[in-house]
């Protein structure tokens, strides 16, 4: 017998797990809504214009070698992704107050944050109220059955919480739900977090993905850090606005009141970083800083962005026609139309379907998505009506 075979079987994971019942299913009708991650008119992944020029210019620049980046990451890319989120002309930029460092996507971001707000000396109060918690994480309220925001729900929560209170918000295009709250919800919010001095981690996975513009899309977190100048977490993920998905690039940007905290705050990060991979990737980082730093490239990208965006838009009301036309039943007795779908923003149509209806989808008509009655709307395409 082995050392481990007491070793129980993990569950499959709930996102990851549908693309592998996918797999299996030998339907040529399948389709796969489960995954979050672009595909092009024909349902096939596409890799940006600007991004295969980028790997071209690399490719052929002979003095670009495969040496170990340092721990923070790419220089070029650093100075480049916070103007990304904050703006370039952001004062806190300008004052040096963004401890950046690049990040394994946006996932290795959060999980960054996570560390740095567990480990940090120097939050030790906000350290005890993560440990209190048993590093269990809490939902604060967000959707009403109707599909719209519980916005009195989600602020009373923000709210009650325990002052200094760590915050999880969606920057733009809310995951799975794709509702967000309007600008002057944001400034309510805003103003309850400053008040209970609350943390804000500001995950972004989607700049772009909703208006189709980057600053746009960035409104929520300029107006924390520029407007109310609070103290941010804010995780970037080029995953999805790139389409460089399994390049894994990303950041953690940490926005301090001043120069000399962020200097040591990024050492802190770097102190985390060291031990768990010891520094970050080379490509996507010097893929993004490419595009980004050649004005002509960083215009295709936003051009392709836009591009990448509206056809999700256009696949939405293409949908929603067609489940209006063949007078499709609504989800429950709360719905009286498809509507939400084309209200929702960003890569996902949260549908209302129950899990038993989405295995029916599965089931008998090769469909699949997440059991929460998720659907990436870029594996929806004309061709499949
Ligand atoms: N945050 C949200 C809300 C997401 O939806 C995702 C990906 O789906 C991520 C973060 C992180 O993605 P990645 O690690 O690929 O950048």
Redesign the pocket.
């Known amino acids: 017998g082995s050392m481990w075979s007491k070793v129980e079987m993990a569950p499959p994971d709930p996102?990851l797990g549908v693309a592998v019942e996918y797999n299996k299913d030998p339907s040529p009708k399948k389709v796969n809504l489960g995954i979050?991650a672009y595909r092009d008119d024909n349902g096939k992944p596409l890799v940006l214009k600007c991004v295969r020029e980028a790997e071209r210019k690399i490719a052929n620049d002979e003095s670009m070698n495969k040496e170990y980046l340092p721990i923070q990451g790419l220089e070029s890319f650093l100075s480049q992704t916070s103007k990304i989120i904050f703006g370039d002309e952001s004062p806190a930029i300008k004052e040096q107050r963004v401890a950046v460092v690049q990040s394994?996507?946006?996932?290795?971001?959060?999980r960054l944050a996570a560390e740095f707000i567990a480990l940090d000396p120097s939050w030790g109060n906000h350290h005890t109220i993560f440990k209190k918690a048993g590093l269990q994480t809490k939902t604060y309220k967000y959707l009403s059955p109707d599909m719209s925001l519980d916005f009195d729900g989600m602020k009373s929560d923000v709210q009650a919480a325990p002052k200094g209170s760590i915050f999880i918000f969606?920057t733009i295009a809310?995951?799975p739900t794709g509702v967000d709250l309007s600008h002057d919800q944001w400034k309510e919010i805003a103003k309850v977090c400053q008040e209970k001095e609350h943390i804000i981690i500001f995950?972004?996975?989607?700049q772009g993905y909703a208006t189709g513009d980057l600053e746009s899309d960035a409104w929520a977190v300029k107006y924390f850090a520029h407007e109310m100048k609070m103290e941010l977490f804010v995780?970037q993920?080029?995953?999805?606005n790139f389409g460089l998905?399994g390049e894994?690039i990303?950041a953690l940007n940490v926005l301090c009141n001043d120069a000399e905290t962020a200097v040591k705050v990024q050492s802190q990060l770097k102190g985390v970083i060291r031990p768990m991979y010891s520094s970050p990737q080379l490509h996507g980082a010097r893929l993004v800083s490419t595009v980004l730093s050649d004005n002509k490239l960083k215009d295709l990208w936003k051009v392709e962005l836009k591009q990448m965006s509206q056809r999700i838009t256009e696949m939405r009301s293409a949908l929603v026609r067609e489940l209006t036309a063949c007078q499709c039943p609504f989800p429950n007795e709360k719905f009286s139309s498809w509507n939400h779908i084309v209200k929702q923003i960003g890569?996902f149509a949260y549908t209302g379907l129950s899990a038993q209806q989405c295995a029916v989808l599965t089931q008998e008509h090769h469909i699949y998505c997440t059991k929460n009655g998720r659907f990436s709307m870029a594996g929806v395409n004309p061709g499949l009506s």
Not at 237 to 240: G, I, L, N, P, V
């Open positions: 996102i979050g394994l996507s946006g996932t290795g971001a959060l969606h809310h995951n995950d972004t996975a989607y995780t993920s080029y995953s999805k998905y894994r990303g890569m």
